[in-house]
């Protein structure tokens, strides 16, 4: 009878367990997406900075094209005039995503824009990926640790700041793909179970979809697996969850257009092939042993070895002669500059270019991850008593994204969770050891007094230590008593005290340690939702200032993108840096020459080259390629820093890089990049300086530029070949048309080959050969 | 301008022809008529007041306006009421019914338009009517393209004489220009200029169809604004909201700008580079309009402001850019009005009463719908509008609609602001309508959990009776007993370690009588245990799919009997050992052995559950 009451009440707490966790969890995701509308409140519903606003283009033409044109989709509003084949150079998960969201929402008579369901995309997947960092961790350590890594998750400020509502861009669903394949995996290596193993490749597959970044998943499971062939932890389960994996997910992820053959014929997969032979090996050995007896198995052993040595050897010589014949050595840009931090400043000017391809600061990981940077260690710890199959994943994965985010400021993207699901493990197993201790005490107390003292004097020697200490000491329990555990909680009132006494903390280290733990947690809220609130949440297309009265608000893009598509021809061709491109496509619906998907670096060359020769040679390239407009962003009246000057010697490096006419020292004066009177006549006469600084002198009379701090160089000039034709409100950006051709005719005509250049009206063209690329 | 002059020459041969069709019309004179026209905004309006006298034997019911086919096509208002009296005695009747008419033997280039008045006019009576036309697109700017520089200049032609089919015995004109710079205007006998106004006349007796034409050229620095298309979207909805979303497509349609447009210019002197620019509009909203919201397909335009008061709810809102002649752009405006403003209930139906126009003055709009969507499920819709509008009805699917909601729509062209009059959509919904959508949910829901509720208590394994299940269901079973059995193990081991503290608190204390009261306590403990155990031990025996765990569960509950066997030896001896009060090494002696033991089963103990725990 006894026994059937104490199951009774164990099944009405489990019951309540799952009531309570899954009312944690509902409320976790509540608060991740929640925590994202920041952006929202303090702007708008708008979608964000750059990438962002070309999902949504494509998101657009996905609804209302339909899925069969946007596989075919073949852009011709950008890349004047080559064009892009959108279908097959997209990573198409987050646009059918949203897409699929749109279509489900409507068909059910809820007319959202699709603008909105873009904009809340990212914080509606960051609910589902710490749902997913739930399951994964509670399966690497138990729904405790599992609540705590969601938690801390659906905060963390580095994911936040590719997931605020409106930042519609891949990361926002590859985070949660990937935490969930991640999971699958580990559900798959605890189970054995081939269901979970199909689930497995099914969210592979749609992390190949969402992201470049699947290629981390397809290293670090081949790692793992190695990891545990290695360490002696072959089992059917390791092999039901790795080979389906390879054979199914490879198999998926050369049927989305943007990876198709790559699957199989880059090195970023070479890993996981090799992995799998090697798996199969092993599962081989493991059964001939199973067949044979021990004496027969060594002979076997020798004789396979020898012969395999020099199999391999040979295959291996097949493999490094394959990858050393490809160009790259069958490594993409992106991934060279991962293994190599110092490839993409030698090589790829373009790739170096982007601030969020540049390696972190420390100050960045504070920010980023705040207080789990602290808990991680601990958490490593955790992990290794008692070492799991999962556990050692969870170290690989943190140990593998802490090198990546080394490397690359926007991988830290990939370390959050890592350092969630480990700063998670170490906080819940911190709080079973103290709340334990705690309650021990206090139930201990009542029973008989007069013993605590000399329990408590024992252990507080070497407690009163950092938190550090403490958390090496939380570990222990964690390794005997997993199982005495749970009777503990069923039968507090037997409690041992003597059993537990090495577990045990004394009370007051306890209650103080709880304390901290708190305090720190509560550190980590307020640091998220400060970053949350003041840090991420810019839209970087609205620009705000405070000022004594009151709040001031820099529209100018929007302006100078809603000028451009209510007073020029549909048809007319806008050139400006590459940055501006996604934007000007989606905002103003005009074509562009370059954009943000730099796969041509001969053309956004052109560009870099045609904005810094001066104004005839870029007239002459401009016309070339058919441009009406050319757009340049100016932050020098108001001093918003990240403009085109500020930019242009990115445009010099990469001009030159293809046309070697235009060389960076012409540019600098003593290898300083300046543009007051001391810099150097090209740099004065080139179109970039000439467009941004154009009668900007009568602004103040003496031309004071707010962002470099100095007066500019050359004041007064006048435009030959360009004319102003729009600038905004505070002359963010500043918009230049082409003069036609017919009205420069005027001075002698210069004898030329080419028709374009039958004039020669600007005088003040260097002495250097100026070679035009498009002649 | 020669383009303009050629028209109306083109016309002269046109009136002299039916100047012999003049008396055809009827015997009506017009015995005084004062005409003004206000050309100060880019919408021209005229004024017109005409005292009619029928000096025929035959009563009138009908009195004749013609307008030039180039104006009728502008037309875009008339109204015209009989007046009596004079300055503050004046009183008018209601608007006058007007219908166009095509008098035969009229050639195409004018436009009749026939006033059917109250009661007819018997000989020699007269009566005042006042006549009021607003024109768009009147105004024609010349030149066409000015620079940022430049002044925007517009021409306006008329007649210096009202064109009329009836003699005019004395006539005046006034043009009121919306400044007192005028480039150059047509001078005739009595033309007068001063301030800002143009007089021509008093001219008198007037034959019909005189029409001398006058231009007028002159500075008009006000904006054209033209929407060229408005789309008001006016959403009911019964839980007390009206949502009108006004989607607007703006055209400054004044002088286009030509060259370029100089940012700096513009912010250093605004009036005078960017003179006819369009800065700002202002949207006169009704009083208690909230979540007013200004945007365009681009997010959010921050250059608005709204003031409030008890009258009104002033909307000032500024394009992205100002707009220069030729710009263009696209907004959005939106906000909410209490419900109860605008909706009533009249004999079992309820009306609709809302403005048809848009809310900003000094706009045109070239072409009007206006949308009202009605809740789902009403029905019996008709319209009043003050005025023919094209109307036609479509369904909108919105939130959580079945059959749609019906949407009237209605639409004009040429709308101006003396358009903004009310107009009226009964329907018929029934309050039980309201509470449709809430219950759908409330039963949707409940669904839901009644689904989910059934799918937790139903079991959908396909096959109950194969063995693989029965096995399963017994798996289960022998589970949970070994989970008790366990439970039973840790909590004799517990009392065990009991035990061994009150041997330790013994050697303490030297308290004998604490020491045996808790090992009392313990028998009886261990003694309940033991008798949990049975059963449970019995099932298992039984049960085959136990078979390979029960050696080792044997096998513990013989190491454990050994092991409670020993602790209660070495208990008893301590205690005894202490009752007859041996010293400390004495009792580790005896006890050596028996502890050794203890250490040895207790871990086997151990390590037995932790392999029954693994399985």
């Given at each position: 009878?006894?026994?059937?009451?104490?199951?009774?009440s164990?099944t009405?707490?489990?019951?309540f367990g799952?009531?309570?966790?899954?009312?944690?969890?509902l409320?976790i995701?509540?608060?991740?997406f929640?925590?994202?509308?920041?952006?929202?409140?303090?702007?708008?519903s708008?979608i964000?900075e750059?990438?962002?606003y070309?999902n949504?283009?494509?998101?657009?033409f996905?609804t209302?094209?339909?899925?069969?044109d946007?596989?075919?989709?073949f852009?011709?509003?950008?890349?004047?005039?080559?064009?892009?084949?959108?279908?097959?150079?997209?990573?198409?998960?987050?646009t059918l995503?949203?897409?699929a969201l749109w279509r489900?929402l409507?068909?059910?008579?809820?007319?959202?824009?699709v603008e909105?369901?873009c904009?809340?995309?990212?914080p509606?997947?960051?609910?589902f990926?710490?749902w997913?960092t739930?399951?994964?961790?509670?399966?690497i350590?138990g729904?405790?640790a599992?609540?705590t890594?969601?938690a801390?998750?659906?905060m963390?400020?580095?994911?936040?700041?590719?997931?605020?509502?409106?930042?519609?861009?891949n990361?926002?669903?590859a985070?949660?793909?990937?935490i969930?394949t991640?999971?699958?995996y580990?559900k798959t290596?605890?189970?054995?179970s081939?269901?979970y193993?199909t689930?497995?490749?099914?969210?592979y597959f749609?992390?190949?979809?969402?992201?470049?970044?699947?290629?981390?998943i397809?290293n670090l499971i081949?790692?793992?697996?190695?990891?545990?062939i290695?360490t002696g932890?072959y089992?059917?389960r390791?092999?039901?969850a790795y080979a389906?994996?390879?054979?199914l997910?490879?198999?998926?992820?050369a049927?989305?257009?943007?990876v198709?053959f790559?699957?199989?014929m880059?090195?970023?997969?070479?890993?996981?092939?090799?992995?799998?032979i090697?798996?199969?090996?092993v599962?081989?050995v493991?059964?001939?042993?199973?067949?044979?007896?021990?004496?027969?198995?060594?002979v076997?052993?020798?004789?396979?070895?020898?012969?395999?040595?020099?199999?391999?050897?040979a295959?291996?010589?097949?493999?490094?002669?394959?990858?050393?014949s490809s160009p790259t050595?069958?490594?993409?840009?992106r991934?060279?500059?991962l293994?190599?931090?110092t490839?993409?400043?030698k090589?790829i000017?373009?790739?170096?270019?982007?601030?969020?391809?540049q390696p972190?600061?420390?100050?960045?990981y504070?920010?980023?991850?705040n207080?789990?940077?602290?808990?991680?260690?601990a958490?490593?710890?955790?992990c290794?008593l008692?070492?799991?199959?999962a556990?050692s994943f969870?170290?690989?994965?943190i140990?593998?994204?802490?090198?990546?985010s080394g490397v690359?400021?926007?991988l830290m993207?990939?370390?959050?969770?890592?350092?969630c699901i480990?700063?998670?493990?170490?906080l819940?197993e911190?709080f079973d050891?103290f709340?334990?201790?705690?309650?021990?005490?206090?139930?201990g107390v009542?029973?008989?007094p007069?013993?605590?003292?000399?329990d408590?004097?024992?252990v507080?020697?070497?407690?009163?230590k950092?938190?550090k200490s403490?958390?090496t000491?939380k570990?222990?329990?964690s390794?005997?008593s997993k199982?005495?555990e749970?009777?503990?909680t069923?039968k507090p009132s037997l409690?041992?005290?003597?059993?537990?006494?090495?577990l045990?903390l004394?009370l007051?280290t306890s209650v103080i340690?709880?304390f901290l733990?708190?305090?720190?947690g509560?550190?980590?809220v307020?640091h998220?939702?400060?970053a949350?609130?003041?840090a991420?949440s810019?839209?970087?297309i609205v620009l705000?200032?405070?000022?004594h009265?009151g709040l001031?608000?820099?529209?100018?893009?929007?302006?100078?993108?809603?000028?451009l598509s209510?007073?020029?021809?549909v048809?007319?061709?806008v050139?400006s840096?590459w940055?501006?491109?996604y934007?000007?496509?989606?905002?103003?619906?005009?074509?562009?020459?370059v954009?943000?998907?730099?796969w041509n670096?001969?053309?956004i060359a052109?560009?870099g080259?045609a904005?810094?020769?001066?104004?005839k040679a870029?007239?002459?390239?401009f016309?070339?390629?058919?441009?009406?407009y050319?757009?340049v962003?100016?932050?020098g009246?108001?001093?918003?820093?990240s403009d085109?000057?500020?930019?242009?010697?990115?445009?010099?490096?990469?001009?030159?890089?293809?046309?070697p006419?235009?060389k960076?020292p012409?540019y600098?004066?003593?290898?300083q990049?300046?543009?007051?009177?001391?810099?150097?006549p090209?740099m004065?006469?080139c179109l970039?300086?000439?467009?941004?600084y154009?009668r900007?002198?009568?602004?103040?009379?003496?031309?004071f530029?707010?962002?470099?701090?100095?007066?500019?160089?050359?004041k007064?000039?006048k435009l030959?070949h360009?004319?102003?034709?729009?600038?905004?409100?505070?002359?963010?950006?500043?918009?230049y048309?082409?003069?036609?051709?017919?009205n420069?005719?005027?001075?002698?005509?210069?004898?030329?080959?080419?028709q374009?250049?039958v004039?020669s009206?600007?005088?003040?063209?260097?002495g250097?050969?100026?070679?035009?690329?498009?002649q | 301008m020669?383009r303009l002059r050629?028209?109306?020459?083109?016309l002269?041969f046109v009136?002299?022809f039916?100047?012999?069709f003049s008396?055809?019309?009827?015997d009506l004179?017009i015995?005084?008529?004062?005409?003004?026209?206000?050309?100060?905004?880019?919408?021209v309006?005229?004024?017109?007041?005409?005292k009619v006298e029928?000096?025929g034997?035959a009563?009138?019911?009908?009195?004749?306006?013609?307008?030039?086919?180039?104006?009728?096509?502008n037309l875009?208002f008339?109204?015209?009421k009989?007046?009596?009296?004079?300055g503050?005695?004046k009183?008018?009747s209601?608007?006058?019914p007007?219908?166009v008419?095509?008098?035969?033997g009229?050639p195409?280039?004018l436009?009749?338009?026939?006033?059917s008045?109250?009661?007819e006019?018997?000989?020699?009576?007269?009566?005042?009517?006042e006549?009021?036309?607003?024109?768009?697109h009147?105004l024609?700017?010349?030149?066409?393209?000015?620079t940022?520089?430049?002044?925007q200049?517009?021409?306006?032609?008329?007649?210096?004489?009202?064109?009329?089919?009836?003699t005019?015995?004395?006539q005046s004109?006034?043009?009121k220009l919306?400044?007192?710079k005028?480039?150059?205007?047509?001078r005739l006998?009595n033309?007068?200029?001063s301030?800002?106004e143009?007089?021509?006349g008093?001219?008198?007796?007037?034959?019909?169809f005189?029409?001398p034409t006058?231009v007028?050229?002159?500075?008009?620095n006000?904006?054209?604004?033209?929407?060229q298309?408005?789309?008001?979207?006016?959403?009911?909805?019964?839980?007390?909201?009206v949502?009108v979303t006004?989607?607007?497509n703006l055209?400054h349609?004044g002088?286009?700008?030509?060259?370029?447009f100089?940012r700096?210019?513009?912010?250093?002197r605004?009036?005078v580079r960017?003179?006819?620019?369009?800065?700002?509009?202002?949207?006169?909203?009704p009083?208690?309009?909230?979540s007013i919201?200004y945007?365009?397909e681009?997010g959010n335009?921050?250059?608005?402001?709204v003031?409030?008061d008890?009258?009104k709810?002033?909307l000032e809102?500024?394009?992205?850019y100002p707009?220069?002649g030729g710009?263009?752009?696209a907004?959005?405006?939106?906000?909410g009005?209490p419900?109860?403003?605008?909706l009533?209930?009249?004999?079992?139906?309820?009306f609709?009463d809302?403005?048809?126009?848009?809310?900003?003055?000094?706009?045109?709009i070239?072409?009007l719908?206006v949308?009202?969507?009605?809740p789902?499920?009403s029905?019996?819709?008709s319209?009043?509008?003050?005025?023919?509008?094209k109307e036609?009805?479509?369904?909108?699917?919105s939130?959580?609609d079945?059959?749609?909601?019906?949407?009237i729509?209605l639409?004009k062209?040429n709308?101006?602001?003396?358009?903004?009059q009310?107009?009226?959509?009964?329907y018929?919904?029934?309050s039980?309508s309201?509470?449709?959508?809430?219950?759908?949910?409330?039963?949707?829901?409940?669904?839901?959990?009644?689904?989910?509720?059934?799918?937790?208590?139903?079991?959908?394994?396909?096959?109950?009776s194969s063995?693989?299940?029965i096995?399963?269901?017994q798996w289960?079973?022998v589970q949970?007993?070994?989970?008790q059995f366990?439970?039973?193990?840790?909590?004799?081991?517990v009392?065990?370690?009991k035990?061994?503290a009150?041997?330790?608190d013994?050697s303490?204390t030297?308290?004998?009588q604490?020491c045996?009261a808790?090992?009392?306590?313990?028998?009886?403990f261990?003694k309940?245990?033991?008798k949990?155990?049975?059963p449970?031990l019995?099932?298992?025996?039984?049960?085959p799919?136990?078979?390979?765990?029960?050696?080792?569960?044997e096998?513990?509950?013989?190491?454990?009997?050994?092991?409670?066997?020993?602790?209660?030896l070495?208990?008893?001896?301590?205690?005894?050992?202490?009752e007859?009060?041996?010293?400390?090494?004495?009792i580790d002696n005896r006890?050596?052995?028996?502890q050794q033991?203890?250490?040895?089963?207790r871990q086997?103990?151990?390590?037995?559950?932790e392999?029954i725990d693994e399985?």
């Open positions: 009878m006894a026994a059937q009451e104490t199951s009774q164990a009405f707490r489990y019951a799952n009531v309570l966790s899954f009312s944690v969890l409320l995701g509540v608060m991740a929640s925590i994202r509308l920041f952006s929202v409140i303090k702007y708008e708008v964000h750059f990438d962002p070309f949504y283009r494509v998101t657009q996905l209302k094209s339909g899925v069969y946007f596989w075919n989709w852009d011709d509003r950008t890349w004047y005039p080559l064009g892009r084949v959108i279908g097959g150079t997209v990573y198409p998960g987050l995503t949203a897409g489900i409507n068909s059910v008579n809820i007319p959202l824009s909105t369901v904009v809340f995309t990212a509606v997947f960051s609910a990926a710490s997913a739930y399951l994964l961790t509670k399966e350590k729904p405790g599992g609540l890594a969601a801390l998750l659906a963390v400020p580095s994911y936040i700041s590719r997931s605020v509502a409106g930042s519609y861009d990361e926002a669903v985070i949660f793909a990937l969930f991640f999971y699958l580990i290596l605890n189970t054995g081939l269901f193993a689930l497995n490749a099914i969210a749609y992390m190949v979809c969402s992201w470049g970044g699947y290629t981390f397809i081949p790692m793992h697996v190695l990891l545990c290695v932890r089992s059917p390791l092999y039901i389906p994996l390879v054979v997910g490879t198999l998926l992820a049927l989305v257009p943007v198709g790559n699957a199989v880059t090195s970023e997969h070479f890993a996981s092939f090799l992995v799998f090697i798996i199969h090996v599962a081989l493991y059964y001939i042993k199973g067949l044979l007896t021990p004496q027969m198995f060594k076997a052993v020798t004789l396979v070895v020898s012969v395999g040595m020099i199999l391999c050897f295959v291996l010589a097949v493999l490094i002669a394959l990858v050393a050595k069958g490594w993409s840009g991934s060279l500059s293994l190599d931090p490839y993409a400043s090589y000017p373009i790739i170096a270019s982007v601030s969020e391809h972190p600061t420390w100050p960045s504070f920010m980023d991850i207080v789990l940077a602290f808990l991680v260690p958490g490593i710890i955790a290794f008692p070492l799991s199959d556990s969870a170290v690989l994965y140990v593998t994204s802490v090198y990546f690359m400021v926007r993207l990939v370390l959050a969770p890592a350092a480990m700063s998670g493990i170490a819940s911190a050891v709340t334990r201790s705690i309650k021990f005490h206090l139930l009542t029973q008989n007069q013993d605590n003292a000399g408590t004097t024992n507080t020697q070497n407690d009163v950092s938190e403490e958390d000491i570990e222990r329990p390794r005997k199982k005495k749970k009777e503990n069923e409690v041992s005290r003597v059993e537990k006494k090495l045990v004394p007051e340690a709880v733990l708190v305090l720190l509560a550190f980590y307020v998220c939702v400060w949350a609130a003041e991420y810019a839209p970087s705000t200032s405070r000022s009265d001031h608000v820099f529209d100018d893009f929007r302006e100078a993108y809603a000028w209510h007073n020029t021809e048809d007319d061709k050139a840096w940055d501006y491109g934007q000007t496509t989606a905002m103003a619906n005009r074509t562009v020459i954009d943000n998907n730099t670096n001969t053309h052109t560009v080259t904005m810094s020769s001066p104004e870029a007239w002459d390239i016309n070339s390629l058919d441009v009406k050319v757009l962003v100016f932050g009246l108001v001093g918003y820093p085109d000057i500020n930019k242009f010697l990115w445009m010099v490096r990469i001009g030159g890089g293809v046309f006419h235009i960076e012409d600098l004066r003593d290898g990049y300046r543009i007051d009177s001391q810099a150097t090209t004065l006469n970039m300086y000439k467009l941004s154009y900007f002198v009568e602004t103040d009379g003496r031309g530029d707010r962002v470099r701090n100095t007066e500019i160089g050359k007064h000039f030959t360009f004319e102003e034709v729009f600038t905004t409100h505070h002359w963010m950006v500043r918009i048309k082409l003069k036609s051709p017919r420069r005719i005027r001075g002698k005509t210069k004898k030329s080959k080419s374009k250049s004039s009206t600007s005088s003040k063209r260097s250097t050969t100026k070679k035009n690329p498009w | 020669k050629s028209d109306f020459s083109h002269f009136f002299g039916f100047m012999l008396n055809v019309c009827s004179v015995s005084k008529l004062d005409r003004q026209i206000d050309v100060s905004s880019q919408i309006r005229f004024t017109t007041s005409l029928n000096n034997a009563a009138v019911s009908k009195v004749l306006l013609p307008y030039h086919e180039n104006q009728a096509k875009a008339l109204s015209v009989i007046t009596e009296g004079k503050k005695t009183t008018s209601d608007r006058l007007v219908d008419i095509h008098p035969e009229m195409p280039a436009t009749w338009y026939a006033v008045l109250p009661k006019l018997g000989k020699g009576g007269s009566l005042t009517l006549v009021k036309a607003v024109f768009t009147l024609t700017p010349f030149p066409e393209k000015i940022q520089a430049d002044a200049l517009v021409a306006f032609q008329d007649g210096a004489h009202y064109l009329s089919p009836y005019v015995k004395i004109l006034t043009v919306p400044e007192p005028v480039e150059s205007y047509t006998e033309t007068k200029f301030g800002s143009i007089k021509y008093p001219y008198e007796n007037i034959p019909p005189s029409h006058i007028v050229h002159f500075v008009s006000k904006p054209f604004s033209v929407a298309e408005l789309v008001r979207e006016i959403e009911i909805s019964h839980w007390g909201n949502q006004e989607n607007y055209v349609a002088a286009e700008l030509t060259g370029e100089s700096l210019d513009y912010q250093a605004p009036h960017g003179a006819s620019a369009l800065r700002s509009l202002v949207a006169r909203l009083p208690r309009a909230h919201y945007r365009d681009i335009i921050s250059t608005s402001n003031w409030s008890s009258a709810t002033l809102i500024e394009p992205r707009m220069f710009w263009r752009t907004f959005t405006i939106g906000y009005l419900l109860q403003d605008f009533f209930k009249s004999q079992g139906k309820r609709l809302i403005t048809f126009g848009c809310p900003m003055n000094d706009i045109v070239e072409t719908s949308k009202v969507v009605l789902e499920g029905n019996d819709i319209v009043v509008a003050p005025f023919p509008v036609t009805r479509e369904t909108k699917l939130h959580l079945i059959a749609g909601r019906p949407v729509v639409e062209t709308v101006v602001p003396e358009h903004s009310n107009f009226q959509v009964y018929r919904f029934s039980f309201l509470l449709r959508e809430p219950l759908m949910l409330v039963f949707g829901f409940f669904l839901f959990f009644v689904a989910c509720i059934a799918y937790v208590h139903a079991d959908f394994t396909i096959s109950k063995p693989s299940y096995a399963k269901l289960d079973e949970t007993a070994i989970q366990q439970n039973i193990m840790n909590r004799v081991l009392i065990h370690d035990l061994e009150s041997l330790r013994l303490r030297g308290d004998v604490a045996k808790s090992r009392k306590a313990a028998d009886g261990l309940e245990l033991s949990e155990l049975k449970l019995s099932f298992l025996q039984s049960s799919q136990a078979l390979q765990i029960m050696p080792k569960v096998e513990l509950v013989i190491k454990e009997n050994d092991l409670q066997e020993k602790l209660m070495k208990h008893s001896m301590v205690v005894d050992s202490y007859k009060k041996s010293g400390g090494r004495d006890v050596a052995a028996v033991k203890i250490t040895l089963l086997e103990v151990d390590d037995l559950l392999v399985i």
